[in-house]
């Protein structure tokens, strides 16, 4: 069973908005922090917001107030809602442990911003 699937991207335009989905199976139910990472082409892989079972959420600065990251421990799901995208935020997006464990990278999904 693959621990971690995400889904949701996909090609919008600048200013539009995409929602992400991660859905997670119960052998990492109880990892106390999630996270979105994005990695575009010719870059490092960096995270781009976590949240704790606590609630509790961060973000890089670049995306702060156009991005809400969001997890239902009940659905075993962890969301990113992406408001206000601009090209710089084209990267295939990962949902991963904070800080990440090597077994639970997955395919990721693309979003792509066009200007």
């Known amino acids: 069973q693959v621990p971690l699937v995400e889904s949701g991207g996909g090609l919008v335009q600048a200013g539009g908005s995409l929602r992400l989905s991660c859905r997670f199976s119960?052998?990492?139910?109880?990892?106390?922090?999630m996270g979105w990472y994005r990695q575009a082409p010719g870059e490092q892989r960096e995270l781009v917001a976590s949240?704790?079972?606590?609630?509790?959420?961060n973000y890089t600065d670049s995306v702060k107030g156009r991005f809400t990251i969001s997890r239902d421990i009940g659905k075993s799901t962890v969301h990113l809602q992406m408001n206000s995208l601009n090209p710089e935020d084209t990267a295939v997006y990962y949902c991963?442990?904070?800080?990440?464990?090597?077994?639970?990278w997955g395919q990721g999904t693309q979003v792509t911003v066009s200007s």
């Open positions: 949240v704790s079972t606590r609630g509790r959420t």
């Open positions: 991963n442990a904070d800080p990440p464990l090597n077994r639970y």
């Open positions: 119960g052998s990492i139910y109880s990892i106390k922090s």
